[in-house]
């Protein structure tokens, strides 16, 4: 059974940083490329960042790009957040992408498969 847990959110100051986790259980994770997505509350869930499989290789959405890193290492997947902004507070979410490579559906929910439960970040003075 494809889990995956989130943990490593919290409240944090503005140019603050975090470092999420997520442990992958249930599948190998090196089959897939796995991507990070988060969601404001009355909004839509969106990718930000995806890391495939092969190579390392990622995408990052243009809000976080620059500040936000992904990484992985033997059944975990990792998002570096540094130079945090108020418009950084959502739910942010692991989940595992259909495909071993990311592509530019990174960005789009459908492009996942299974998902973590979720992890609040909040940035605020």
């Known amino acids: 059974q494809v889990r995956l847990v989130e943990f490593g959110g919290g409240s944090v100051q503005p140019g603050g940083s975090l470092r999420l986790s997520c442990e992958a259980s249930?599948?190998?994770?090196?089959?897939?490329?796995m991507g990070w997505l988060r969601q404001v509350p009355g909004q839509e869930r969106v990718g930000i960042s995806c890391?495939?499989?092969?190579?390392?290789s990622t995408y990052y959405a243009d809000s976080v790009k620059g500040r936000f890193t992904s990484s992985r290492d033997k059944n975990m997947v990792y998002l570096q957040m540094n130079n945090l902004k108020p418009e950084d507070t959502a739910v942010y979410y692991c989940?595992?992408?259909?495909?071993?490579?990311?592509?530019?559906?990174?960005?789009?929910?459908?492009?996942?498969?299974?998902w973590g439960q979720g992890t609040q970040v909040t940035v605020a003075s």
């Open positions: 989940a595992r992408f259909m495909l071993a490579r990311c592509s530019g559906s990174y960005y789009h929910t459908q492009a996942y498969d299974s």
């Open positions: 249930g599948f190998k994770l090196g089959d897939y490329a």
């Open positions: 890391i495939s499989s092969s190579d390392d």
